[in-house]
């Protein structure tokens, strides 16, 4: 049998997990343990999470949020933490540490990266589009370019010297 979600807030299930008043402001001023709670409750509950939180009709900000929580897999590979501090952010990373009791691995590993500053993000890189520009490739090209040396630094984080990249070019 499936219970409505309307019926499962309204019996107090939210008030039970700190989180008070939800619907009352389209989950806007959600502190971030409720925004972690809440996503954690509607995973669980959900087989289509994305309708379920345009039916409740939240923020774009908890949409993307949970989202971006929903799409991450345990990562077993310092380029994979990478990869999702680029996509995600160190914040999200952080709630998903505390979500899959990874806390200890995930968020030192991160912090890890972060300190000895190896790329993640395109401004990252020791170069920029200016300089594939003066290698003669335009237009889309350079993004495309700027995203493949990305990936290649995050895996080998030495490459990350303007004089590798240029060679990769």
Known sequence: N???L???????????????????NNFKHLEPLEDLRLFAFLNQISSDLPYTLK???CSNKFYNYCTLLNEITIPDTRYEIKKILNRAGYDILCD??????????????????????????LSHLKLNGQD????????????????????????KPELNTRDSLIELI
Not at 10 to 22: Q, R
Not at 135 to 148: A, F, P, R, S, V
């Open 2 to 4: 499936f219970t409505p």
């Open 6 to 24: 309307n019926e499962i807030i309204s019996c107090g299930a939210l008030e039970h997990l700190g989180i008070v008043n939800p619907i009352d």
């Open 55 to 57: 039916s409740l009709k």
């Open 96 to 121: 998903y540490a505390r979500l899959t009791g990874l806390t200890d691995k995930l968020i030192h590993i991160a912090d890890d990266i972060i300190a000895k500053g190896e790329a993640y993000k």
């Open 132 to 155: 594939i520009a003066k290698h003669g490739i335009c237009g889309e090209e350079i993004g495309k370019k700027l995203e493949y040396l990305l990936d290649l630094v995050m895996q």
